[in-house]
């Protein structure tokens, strides 16, 4: 079964993403890929770049100068065995779960206010404070998203993680600790690094390559 709707040939590509105006080039994905089809609250969407050769980013991703801390830039590797990904890779696993994999999940880990700006297409949120005892989550708070969002089992207090989700996370880009500190907790909750995968650029990399976001 192929996970990527691909949409090839000129005009086709140009009328499917919208007009393009003469002084406009087409912008791809990479090569002939125009767009990735996936799911986004049930309903069938495609991601794309935006087709203005003219445009800039947004302006709540713009800023080069948060302040550190909290706002620190984030390593390569989080943790060994949890794997760091970028683009391509998050919209391949976002186009399987979209074709019936069910054993991957799509993370936007920040609090909803930013999710509420948009997200990336095919994300569920799971925001890092619901994850964090320190935060207020209590072991049922826990035990309730474990099983619910990521298809862990639970019996008396005790995770089974056999049958858990390939989980790819995101926050808001390199400098956001959101989806380190779910990753953190994750592990420590007993969470298999290998089912954990890390988009470090986030959506401050999303927004600066023009992909398509969607409201939650």
């Not at 089809?37 to 991601?47: E, L, P, R």
């Not at 770049?49 to 100068?65: E, H, I, L, M």
């Not at 209590?138 to 862990?152: C, K, L, W, Y």
């Amino acid at each position: 079964m192929k996970t990527m709707k691909i949409i090839v040939g000129g005009m086709l590509s140009i009328a499917l993403l919208g007009p393009v105006s003469a002084d406009n080039k087409p912008v791809g994905i990479w090569g002939d890929q125009m767009a990735v089809s996936v799911k986004h609250n049930g309903k069938a969407t495609d991601i794309t770049r935006n087709q203005d050769n003219g445009n800039t980013v947004n302006p709540a991703f713009a800023k080069t100068s948060r302040p550190c801390p909290p706002f620190c830039i984030q390593p390569s590797v989080l943790a060994p065995g949890v794997e760091t990904i970028a683009e391509r890779e998050l919209m391949d696993y976002a186009a399987k779960m979209s074709n019936g994999d069910s054993s991957i999940v799509v993370i936007d880990s920040r609090t909803p206010d930013w999710v509420a700006k948009g997200t990336i297409p095919s994300a569920i949120n799971v925001p890092w404070t619901k994850l964090n005892p320190a935060k207020g989550a209590t072991p049922i708070d826990i035990a309730e998203i474990m099983q619910s969002v990521f298809n862990v089992k639970e019996s008396e207090g005790l995770f089974d993680f056999s049958e858990a989700k390939t989980a790819v996370m995101f926050c808001n880009g390199m400098w956001c600790g959101q989806s380190p500190n779910n990753i953190a907790n994750l592990l420590k909750f007993g969470y298999p690094a290998h089912k954990i995968k890390w988009y470090r650029g986030g959506m401050q990399d999303w927004e600066i390559l023009g992909l398509s976001t969607a409201k939650p």
